[in-house]
């Protein structure tokens, strides 16, 4: 129980910085995959190809890839902050946004395509009466597909987030801390198994609850969603 | 007609995994006969114990782990190294995938409640890193506003913040190799860990880099064994006659000696 005492408030600290990356990562990642999605179904080829694009890249890259360039070449080689010499924000800042930008833009793929499949649940008469009545591509998509789409896909869409909770581990490899230098919530655990070599199942233990504890009621709330706003046909 | 196919790949891939697992049960035939003895590592720390593009190992610890196994008796094909990363030292030992461990191993008193150590055989110290033509920072307690760089799981970099510069900037990665090239760039003013294993950066990058000098810490490197290991007296008389043959000023000036980093006196030997 001296692991708590010693570690207990880094621990909660490691814990509010990979919430706090989900939660920023999470609202990019699906307001990017709906524009990624009306992208792809959208009557413009080029938008169709770009949408394509992006979706078969960083779907198809590892995540610890997509993280190190973030790092090594946005910030390093392209210096998107400018010149290293130049750079005022704070080395914990710039860490966790590059994550954020990763988690975001590699989770979106994933949302896109869920949403894609959705899109292919609403029947084809729907939007064909929407059409007849006159209304605009981007009216039909906002106001007849999309909601029915979305609805259609609460649950996938959780384990999209949920993957992506999980995914959060991978910005050890860039090194995310708080202001104060407590690592997210993988590099915490490395911390402490490195100083508690013997204490590894119980350290391991505290840190899947953890991860439990912030998957399971977005597993829970999607499946009870899901019921709520189900569409009736 | 298709199941047929599917079935015959099947029992083609089986015949062939019954074939590959006859292979490997020859090789762990051998091990078992106690023909050879299993040292753990580490891969990736140039200078120190390093696994070359052409398969050879090199480093200091390489090579004091092959002259204490020499003297326990095997030669030098019967050695076999095992990558052993940080996190994985004492389970190694205690499973029995190691018959040792030379590996930057520091001795602790929490280490040694879970394994035995021989030696010590170097003692090191917590320093710094910088670029060559760097004048700014001289020790611990110049890093206020600085961007300093460690890996994740280690404790130099927070014992730096936490009792010398409480403004210093953290930056931690999985390998001290990412820290090395974020140095170069310019992203990180100085990176932290043990003089030796920077010494080995600083090796591998002649003229780039110095290390600054001014030691914060005592590590004391040992040979990580199971606990009860018999063979414990015998490294540590092969330690000390290390010491005093010139084995072990060797193994450090052919692994380190162009660093600019000055061999410290051996180390007394801690029979515990």
Not at chain 1, 16 to 26: D, E, H, I, N, Y
Not at chain 1, 45 to 62: K, M, S
Not at chain 1, 197 to 217: A, C
Request: with cysteine; charged share 20%.
């Amino acid at each position: 129980m001296d692991l708590f005492s010693e570690y207990g408030s880094a621990i909660l600290e490691a814990f509010l910085l990979t919430l706090r990356l989900a939660v920023f990562s999470g609202t990019f990642a699906l307001l990017l995959g709906v524009v990624l999605a009306v992208f792809r179904v959208s009557p413009v080829p080029v938008l169709r190809w770009i949408g394509a694009a992006i979706v078969y890249t960083f779907r198809n890259t590892p995540l610890t890839l997509v993280m190190f360039f973030a790092l090594f070449g946005l910030v390093y080689q392209l210096h998107i902050y400018g010149p290293p010499e130049e750079v005022t924000l704070s080395l914990s800042e710039q860490n966790f946004w590059m994550a954020v930008l990763a988690l975001s833009v590699y989770t979106s793929t994933f949302v896109c395509e869920v949403l894609r499949s959705g899109i292919n649940t609403v029947p084809l008469g729907q939007a064909e009466a929407a059409r007849a009545v006159g209304l605009t591509f981007s009216q039909n998509l906002r106001l007849i597909v999309l909601p029915q789409a979305l609805r259609s896909v609460l649950n996938p869409l959780a384990s999209v987030i949920i993957a992506m909770i999980k995914n959060t581990t991978v910005a050890v490899t860039i090194g995310v801390v708080t202001a104060t230098g407590v690592n997210e919530a993988s590099g915490q655990m490395r911390t402490m198994m490195e100083n508690e070599p013997n204490q590894i199942v119980l350290i391991f233990i505290i840190f899947s609850i953890g991860f439990m504890l912030m998957t399971l009621p977005v597993g829970f709330l999607a499946g009870w969603a899901s019921k709520k706003f189900a569409v009736i046909r | 007609m298709k199941l047929k196919k599917i079935a015959a790949i099947a029992g083609a891939l089986a015949l062939a995994g019954s074939l590959a697992a006859c292979g490997g049960s020859d090789d762990t035939g051998s091990d078992a006969g106690g023909d050879k003895i299993k040292i753990g590592i580490k891969f990736d720390q140039p200078g120190l114990g390093f696994k070359e593009a052409d398969g050879d190992y090199s480093g200091f610890d390489v090579d004091m782990a092959e002259y204490i196994a020499e003297g326990l008796g095997y030669d030098d094909d019967q050695i076999q190294f095992v990558e052993a990363v940080s996190a994985n030292r004492e389970t190694f030992l205690k499973d029995g995938t190691v018959d040792m461990i030379l590996a930057t191993y520091s001795i602790t008193d929490e280490r040694k409640a879970e394994v035995d150590f021989a030696g010590p055989y170097y003692v090191a110290g917590q320093d710094l890193l910088v670029k060559a033509d760097n004048t700014d920072i001289t020790g611990p307690d110049s890093l206020n506003g600085k961007k300093l760089c460690s890996v994740t799981g280690s404790t130099p970099a927070q014992n730096i913040k936490d009792n010398y510069s409480k403004q210093a900037q953290l930056q931690e990665f999985d390998t001290y190799s990412k820290c090395v090239t974020a140095l170069q760039g310019g992203q990180i003013d100085a990176m932290s860990t043990d003089d030796i294993i920077l010494a080995g950066y600083a090796e591998q990058f002649p003229g780039e880099f110095k290390i600054v000098g001014a030691p914060f810490s005592e590590e004391n490197y040992g040979v990580g064994l199971p606990k009860g290991s018999e063979d414990r007296d015998k490294i540590n008389d092969l330690i000390e006659k290390s010491f005093e043959d010139g084995a072990w000023e060797e193994a450090f000036n052919d692994n380190l000696g162009e660093s600019g980093y000055q061999l410290p006196e051996p180390p007394t030997v801690d029979r515990y």
